[in-house]
């Protein structure tokens, strides 16, 4: 057994609403064990940001930072001219990241993925790990990513393991609703401004990238 497959679920369970006081609270109780619990998705997250291909000097958001598990890849990708922000909506999560150090490899902030204190045009790239299928309103989150994102930016959606393989670890079923379904998050992103460019669901990643569209 691989420590992948002793992860716990990641997931609130589906009887519980994504809005944002039901979050906090899911999250809230795990923050100060999250990282003894995954200590080793590192690998899988400092490939998760090199998908988006940064440069030096560009602006990096991780949206739903948590414990602030990718802000070291994408500090290192980005240097020390760029700018990298972290944002979670559950405040032990970010205590938690700034016990960590990583208060020092990116500006944290408390907020709603759907609602960002940033201005628009203002980022290179998204990287938002198991977020979107957390989002109150899907929908309006990606639009608010384009919001905040210059024409040409990227996007990654990402988790360390897949779909199938979350599920199954629960005990549940994959279902045709899954807003990470390729069917069901392609238009979505259209509708939002994004243009799904790759598509991975494997048993060891989920990576859906994009581009975000003129206008």
């Known amino acids: ?39 080793d998705d590192t690998p899988a997250y400092e490939a998760g940001v090199g998908e988006l291909e940064l440069r030096p000097g560009q602006s990096a958001l991780d949206a739903g930072c948590g414990t602030g598990r990718a802000l070291a890849a994408l500090r290192t990708a980005v240097g020390a ?67 905040v994102c210059r024409p040409g930016a990227r996007l990654a959606l990402f988790h360390p393991i897949g779909r199938a393989a979350l599920a199954a670890r629960r005990g549940h079923t994959l279902t045709d609703d899954d807003v990470r379904a390729e069917p069901n998050l392609r238009p979505l992103l259209a509708a939002a401004g994004w243009r799904l460019t790759r598509y991975d669901d494997a048993p060891d990643r989920y990576l859906a990238l994009a581009v975000r569209l003129d206008g």
């Open 81 to 147: 001219p760029g700018t990298v922000i972290g944002v979670d909506l559950t405040p032990q999560m970010l205590r938690a990241a700034a016990r960590a150090g990583r208060d020092r490899l990116a500006l944290l902030l408390e907020a709603d993925a759907a609602r960002l204190p940033l201005r628009g045009k203002s980022l290179d790239a998204v990287f938002a790990a198991g977020l979107v299928h957390h989002l109150h309103d899907p929908g309006a989150g990606l639009r608010e990513f384009a919001r």
């Open 1 to 39: 057994m691989t420590a992948a497959d002793r992860r716990e679920p990641t997931a609130m369970p589906h009887a519980m609403n994504n809005d944002p006081a039901s979050v906090r609270e899911f999250f809230g109780g795990k923050a100060d064990t999250w990282d003894s619990k995954y200590p």
